[in-house]
């Protein structure tokens, strides 16, 4: 049975010129792809009036509330003691946010407490996505 949970949390952008605009944002967790954690932002936070998601690793999550992680076009680390900052690269420039650690470690308790780490089906996560990929071929 596919369990999903959504959490609300705010986000604080950081502009070029350091200063910090509030942003919106819904963490989204499934254990139909236990391996994965959605950020969700509203269109109003987007800069084409889109909802945006960013899908990647909650391990990249777990790793990076500790100390800086990621590679690519997520990376997440601590800063300070209070929050964790998340950078998003995409073609379109990249994107500096600020999040509550206290949230973000939230959020990743009930995803383990939803799907332990080490008990995720691969084997099911891996199948969905051949099969996306090759069409059901």
């Known amino acids: 049975m596919d369990t999903?949970?959504?959490?609300?949390?705010?986000?604080?952008l950081v502009t070029p010129e350091d200063r910090e605009v509030p942003v919106p944002a819904l963490l989204r967790y499934t254990s139909e792809d236990p391996l994965a954690v959605f950020f969700d932002f509203p269109p109003e936070s987007t800069l084409d009036g889109a909802c945006v998601t960013w899908t990647f690793a909650r391990s990249l999550l777990d790793e990076g509330l500790n100390a800086p992680a990621?590679?690519?076009?997520?990376?997440?680390?601590?800063?300070?003691?209070?929050?964790?900052?998340?950078?998003?690269?995409?073609?379109?420039?990249?994107?500096?946010?600020?999040?509550?650690?206290?949230?973000?470690?939230?959020?990743?308790?009930?995803?383990?407490?939803?799907?332990?780490?080490?008990?995720?089906?691969?084997?099911?996560?891996?199948e969905r996505g051949l099969s996306a990929l090759f069409g059901g071929v």
Request: aromatic content about 10%; some cysteine; hydrophobic content about 40%.
């Open 4 to 12: 999903t949970f959504e959490q609300p949390a705010r986000a604080r």
């Open 70 to 126: 990621g590679h690519g076009d997520v990376h997440v680390w601590p800063c300070g003691r209070t929050r964790t900052v998340l950078e998003f690269h995409s073609p379109y420039g990249i994107a500096l946010l600020q999040f509550d650690t206290s949230a973000l470690r939230r959020f990743l308790l009930r995803t383990y407490a939803l799907v332990p780490a080490g008990q995720e089906d691969v084997g099911a996560v891996v």
